[in-house]
């Protein structure tokens, strides 16, 4: 076993592995993570999954505003002259200065079956994208782009109707499964790398909030997958009378009509060659509603016209 471990994760897609570790009694020498971010109304410091879990084992946690140039965390991390650093969604890009340093490099975790759809989204990227599989991908950490050599590849399958929060969890589970394994096999030096194919890679860039609109204009098809996609963060959404609904889940409807026009007053939608049924909404700075609830105080009805 590595005597001396660092991890690096922000998000809930972390904590499984990172609970793995900890639970095979890894040496885990200190947790870096994003730093609190202030609630849009600044009102509240909003910690990450990550700093969260660590907290509560007292485990030590490190939460730096960014490592580029920070030569007071590069004196630290030289300090504690880590084995090697498992890395999963970290969300922070790492310096040549800080991959050099562990013995045995970093690993990262990557929710793709790289070279497909490298970069800060694979998983919405691939649900919008109606994409039959994904996976996870452990590769050593370089400093381009998700682009150093695969160690291991576990692909899973992705069908219509699953969001971009259940496909997270299952390649969770399945990365906290995988690492230890992986690491062992790093250390007794039987680890094989792959280089990547390049002239395969995708790139699955950070969603915009423009693309977060509805589209009625486009399949139906495509728009479930949009509404999966973006789910549960950051939403896709619709105007009516100015004011913006998130769309949390929906269904494909058989009804056809004027794209954009609700058919029913069941929140239907017309879209191109078909129609889209809302299930669950939430009204802005509102709780979300099943769509049988927030129809009892909504103006929304058949007729009326989303945009």
């Not at 009204?283 to 049988?292: D, T």
Request: with cysteine.
């Amino acid at each position: 076993m590595f005597k001396k471990i660092v991890f690096m994760g922000t998000p809930n897609f972390a904590v499984p592995i990172l609970n793995s570790l900890y639970k095979n009694g890894s040496p885990i020498l200190a947790v870096y993570s994003q730093p609190p971010k202030k609630s849009m109304r600044g009102q509240k410091i909003n910690k990450s999954a990550v700093q969260i879990f660590s907290e509560n084992l007292n485990l030590n946690i490190r939460t730096p505003d960014f490592l580029n140039n920070n030569f007071e965390e590069l004196e630290y991390f030289k300090s504690i002259s880590p084995d090697i650093v498992i890395v999963a969604a970290y969300g922070m890009l790492i310096p040549k200065e800080f991959l050099k340093l562990p013995k045995y490099g970093f690993l990262n975790i990557h929710a793709s079956l790289l070279p497909k759809w490298r970069g800060a989204a694979p998983v919405q990227r691939a649900i919008m994208n109606l994409d039959e599989v994904t996976g996870i991908s452990i590769i050593k950490l370089v400093d381009k782009l998700d682009a150093g050599p695969i160690m291991f590849k576990k692909e899973i399958e992705l069908n219509k109707e699953i969001n971009t929060e259940q496909a997270l969890n299952k390649l969770s589970r399945l990365s906290s499964e995988i690492i230890l394994d992986c690491l062992d096999l790093v250390e007794i030096g039987k680890a094989k790398f792959v280089e990547q194919d390049n002239s395969q890679a995708t790139y699955a860039k950070k969603i915009t909030n423009e693309e977060c609109k509805a589209d009625w204009k486009m399949e139906p098809i495509y728009i479930i997958a949009k509404i999966n996609g973006l789910y549960p963060h950051p939403t896709a959404h619709f105007f009516f009378e100015g004011e913006r609904y998130k769309i949390h889940k929906a269904e494909l409807s058989n009804l056809e009509g004027k794209t954009g026009t609700l058919l029913d007053d069941n929140l239907t939608v017309a879209c191109k060659s078909g129609s889209v049924k809302i299930l669950e909404i939430q009204r802005q700075g509102k709780k979300v509603q099943k769509v049988k609830e927030f129809l009892l105080g909504s103006k929304m009805k058949k007729g009326s016209i989303l945009s």
